[in-house]
Every structure is written in structure tokens, then in C-alpha cells.
């Protein structure tokens, strides 16, 4: 009996043991981002507002729904035949269908205003879909440089700790002062505090990662900021088909399509109207049929007016779609500056000042084992190392901030990948 129960504990132990090595595996910028659109919700629901529209333009291509009209004609109310239905030649029992003939063309444009609605929607799900890849990005790139960041500190509060062990030495051996292993000490204290605010930094980013993937995990993979899917000679042309540009061009689709509907109401719809009418066994029974035609007797101040509104619904779109592309392509260039300044800086750090920083450390280094420079001058070099590593970590994290931004403009994969990560994440 003991081993029947303790088996499947075993395996259930090792099973728990194994996923957690799986769940804990690193992830990298392109699974995170797919993870993110797979759970998204706000995709989801653009998938919603798509079909809605589509239904909705079914729905508006058709025609009113026949009226059926019963009713009772000519009922006396008063003498001998009175509230009689069939004393009387003129009372009738009345049932009859009415039927508005919609034109074609207003029916083909409210059912294209519809269509359009459903492609805004989809643009709309392209806007979200680069948006969370790009927020994804930057979570992910905060993970990845704090992790640089905490690890460059960890190294170098190891080494302050054998330089704590080395003064403390040389002060046992007569070679020292306590100043020196204060002086140490106090560095180490200011790296302790520098990493707490590094974890600190280090867990809202796993927070804020964990918000688009839905677990907090490890990220692996230095990321490749030196290129962009960007081209900066063709930046006004590329803009244009922006998601953004792409939601005011279905807009502007939708108000010109409201302007033709508001032409086609210029023309009016009739009516047409078939009623059998039953009177009294001694009378005939009739039928009647009638056209209705609505009168446009003030067009100038009402069809025409609600045109010309429409038309320039019209135009304030298109302004507003232009003007936003011209604010696109500007902040779009400063970004592409700014990106490219950090690519230099960073190329400058690694090429010059770091190697340069750390010479100075080894020089300083070698001269207070040769007994011509103090721990303190050690411990002042040391100290700038750390800072410009970290000064060139922040550099690349500001950098790297700038190239998701610019990157991910544009949906990577667009609504296809969305499809596809949520079809993987459903079989999962």
C-alpha cells in the first residue's frame, strides 16, 4: 500500500519539477511578443468589432421589413347598426402588407459604410497589435540591461570584498592604515546600495513583463538595436501606411461613404401598399392598392444641407489624416536621430572609454602594489569603472528603448501572427 501511494507522488513531484524547469526557461524578445499577443484580450475583442460590422453590413444591404396592417373601416357607432361589422355596405375588415421599394443605392451604401467600419476595426487591431509589441519590447529590454546591470555590480562588490580582505591585511602586517579598510568598506556600502536600487529596478521590470506574458521569467538573447525595419529615405511614403494613417484613411472612407448615402437620400423612396378589405355577406368584398411618395419640400434646407455636412466631414478627415502623418514623419525623424546619437555614444563607450577605464584601474592597481598609490586612489578607480559600465548600460538600455519604438511602428506579423499564436495558444 505504500508503495501504490508513493509512486504517483514521485512521478507527480518530478512532473512539478520538470515543468518548473520548462516554465523557468529564458525567454526571448520574439517569443515574449507572441506570448503578449496571444493572451491579449484587446485583440480579441478588435476580432469582435470586426465581425460585428461585417453582420451589421449584411443586415443594412437589405430591404425594410413588409408591414402588415389589420384594421376595421367604417364601424358605426351609433344607431340601429351600431358596433354591427356587417350591417352596414360601408364597414370592412381590413388586412393588408406595406412595403418601402429602398432604393439600390442607398442600400449599397449602408451596407459599404458597415464594410468599412469592419476594415477600421481591423486597422484598429494592427494599432493594438504594434502596440503591444512595442510595450512588450521595452519591458523586456528593462529586464535584459537591469540583469547586465546587477551583474556588473555583483562583480564588482565581490572584488571590493577582497580588497576589504587585502587592507585588512596589510593593516595585521603593519602595511596599512584603518583608514584604508574604512575607505573599503564604504565602497563596498555604496554598491550594496546601488544594487538594492538595481533590484529594485529589477523587479518592476519582471512586474511589467510578467503584465504582457503572464509570468515572470528570465529573458535571454542580446538584442540586435544596430538595425531597423525603417528606411529614412523613404520615411514620408513608409508613414503613410501607419496603422494610425491606415484607421483616419477608413474613416475618411467612412465619412465619403455617409456623403453619397446622404446624395442618394436626395432621391426619395416610395411605398407601395395591397389591403383586402371584407365587408357584410350581402356586399362585395374590395381590394385596394396605393403608392406612397414622400414630398422633399424644402431640399435646399434639408437633403442639401445634410450633404454638404457630410461633404465636409469629409474634408476635416482627410486635414486630420494629413496632419497627423506630417506629425508622425517628424517625431519619427527625431527618434531616428536620437537613435542614431546612441548607437555612436555606445560605440564610443566600447571602443574608448571602458577599455580606457579599465586601464586606469590596472595602472592605479599596479602602483599601490608597487607602493606609489594609496588603496583609496584603488578604490577611486574602481569606482569610476563601475559607474561608467553603468553609465554605458543605461546608455544601451535608452538606446535599445528608441529601436523598439521605431521597430515596432508597424505590427510585426500583423493580424496573421495574432491568429496564429492564439490558434498554438489554444492546442496548448
Known sequence: MFRLRFVPKAALAFLAVIHGGLAAQPLTLGEAQLRAAARSRQLGAQDQAVAAANDMAVAAGQRPDPVLKVGIDNLPVSGADRLSLGNDFMTMRRIGLSQELTRSDKLHWRSARYQIEGDKAQAQKDVALAAIQRDTAAAWLEVFYTEQMASAVSAQAAVSRQEIEAAEAAYRGGRGSSADILAARSALLALDDRAS???????????????????????????????????????????????????????????????????????????????????????????????????????????????????????????????????????????????????????????????????????VLAA????????????????????????????????????????????DGGAAQHSAANSTQESK
Request: overall charge neutral.
Open 368 to 411: 599601490y602594489r608597487g607602493g606609489k598609490a594609496t588603496l583609496a586612489e584603488v578604490l577611486a578607480a574602481r569606482r569610476g569603472e563601475v559607474e561608467l559600465r553603468l553609465q554605458a548600460l543605461e546608455l544601451e538600455l535608452e538606446t535599445a528603448r528608441l529601436w523598439a519604438q521605431l521597430n515596432f511602428l508597424f505590427p
Open 197 to 363: 536600487e538595481i533590484r529594485r529596478r529589477q523587479r518592476a521590470a519582471h512586474v511589467m513583463l510578467a503584465r504582457w506574458t503572464g509570468e515572470e521569467t528570465s529573458v535571454a538573447g542580446a538584442p540586435n538595436i544596430d538595425r531597423i525595419r525603417l528606411n529614412p529615405t523613404s520615411l514620408d511614403t513608409d508613414l503613410a501606411h501607419h496603422p494610425e494613417i491606415a484607421v483616419l484613411n477608413k474613416q475618411e472612407d467612412i465619412a465619403q461613404a455617409d456623403a453619397n448615402l446622404a446624395r442618394a437620400n436626395q432621391h426619395t423612396d416610395w411605398s407601395v401598399e395591397v389591403a383586402f378589405q371584407q365587408r357584410g355577406s350581402a356586399y362585395s368584398n374590395m381590394v385596394s392598392v396605393g403608392i406612397s411618395v414622400p414630398l422633399q419640400w424644402d431640399r435646399k434646407n434639408r437633403q442639401d444641407r445634410e450633404l454638404a455636412a457630410k461633404l465636409a466631414l469629409v474634408e476635416q478627415t482627410k486635414a486630420e489624416r494629413d496632419e497627423m502623418l506630417r506629425e508622425h514623419v517628424a517625431a519619427t525623424r527625431t527618434l531616428i536621430i536620437a537613435w542614431q546619437s546612441g548607437r555612436e555614444r555606445i560605440s564610443r563607450y566600447t571602443r574608448e572609454s571602458l577599455p580606457l577605464a579599465a586601464e586606469r584601474s590596472q595602472t
